[in-house]
């Protein structure tokens, strides 16, 4: 176990919240088993013990959706803008 947090740190990922958040997004579990050069089956049993780890409320508000429409890609421009400029 201790070689799979080390594998994470390196990475940033340094807490079980953020290894649950992860593997909820798509290609999450993927990600997770190419990190740790693990399966996916194993990815998913190590991504059930961080949440068993997790207190209850912490879960409720993780299970929950998010609405992330109204944030941007990073650098890239929202594509309504980019169509305007005639960018891509």
Known sequence: MEEYTSRLREVWI???EQLVA?????????SIAQQLRISEDRAREL???A???LAPQV???MD???????YGLGVL???SENDERGES
């Not at 929950?64 to 109204?70: L, N």
């Open 14 to 16: 340094t807490s079980a």
């Open 64 to 70: 929950r959706p998010v609405d992330t429409s109204e």
């Open 22 to 30: 992860l593997a909820a997004t798509t290609g999450g579990i993927p």
């Open 59 to 61: 879960l409720s508000e």
């Open 77 to 79: 421009r929202p594509e």
């Open 51 to 53: 949440r068993s780890a």
């Open 47 to 49: 991504v059930e013990n």
